[in-house]
């Protein structure tokens, strides 16, 4: 298996773009958390799925962020507009129910950088 | 105050030496511990997992967790170069089929040759 795919890698937009970070779970995986990470604050949990339906969006900083995973092969993570304290590494992590350990796998992240 | 504290470091050990990092945590509903490894530029990925207190080994690394002083460890033995990375905690309380993961801050650990 690839494990977790996620694109872009790398992201430079400007302040009040929209921009949308992808990602791909490992097959057969029904959880899905998207994180933040940066310096000041450490990781992260912005929201996580549970077989596509959103369980958890506490973490989600403002209206301006939104996820969606419309089916169990892909999830979205959008900020609209973007401002530039939303610079940060934003990591997809994925876990299959029958992972005894709680494992969750994380993918490469995409770099954000807004200007 | 944070739920998990973690001393961010950075922390530069020669190589051989026997490095340690801890984690302090808040929450007494947490009953499962994680230790995640992350290499520069890379996503974390998960090294020890623990269930309530006491000592789990695997190979250098071992996991201590103290649950009535809210402490964990983790400890590497003759650590090497390839070792250098941020290695974060992780908790997760019990009682359900899932509980979110909180996570501390990150230790960036560098081993020199």
């Known amino acids: 298996d690839a494990g977790v795919i996620q694109s872009p890698r790398h992201e430079v937009t400007e302040m009040g773009q929209e921009v949308t970070l992808r990602c791909k779970p490992i097959?057969?995986?029904?959880?899905l958390f998207w994180y933040r990470q940066t310096m000041m604050r450490g990781l992260e949990l912005l929201i996580y799925f549970n077989n596509n339906v959103p369980i958890d969006d506490s973490g989600m900083p403002e209206d301006r962020f939104s996820a969606k995973m419309p089916n169990a092969s892909f999830s979205t993570l959008k900020i609209q507009p973007s401002e530039p304290r939303d610079s940060a590494v934003y990591f997809c992590?994925?876990?299959?129910?029958?992972?005894?350990?709680?494992?969750?796998?994380f993918g490469p992240g995409t770099r954000l950088t807004v200007l | 105050q944070k739920e998990v504290e973690q001393d961010p470091g950075p922390l530069s050990v020669p190589e051989g030496a026997i490095v340690s990092l801890n984690c302090t945590y808040s929450n007494s509903a947490f009953q499962y511990f994680m230790w995640y490894r992350q290499y520069s530029r890379k996503g974390p990925e998960l090294l020890m997992y623990t269930y309530s207190s006491g000592n789990k080994e695997d190979g250098r690394f071992t996991a201590q967790v103290d649950k009535s002083s809210k402490y964990i460890s983790l400890f590497i033995r003759d650590s090497q170069p390839s070792d250098s990375a941020t290695y974060l905690c992780?908790?997760?309380?019990?009682?359900?089929?899932?509980?979110?993961?909180?996570f501390g801050q990150g230790t960036i650990l560098t081993v020199h040759p």
């Open positions: 992780a908790m997760k309380a019990g009682g359900t089929s899932y509980g979110k993961l909180t």
């Open positions: 097959s057969g995986h029904d959880y």
């Open positions: 992590a994925t876990r299959g129910q029958t992972t005894s350990t709680d494992t969750q796998y």
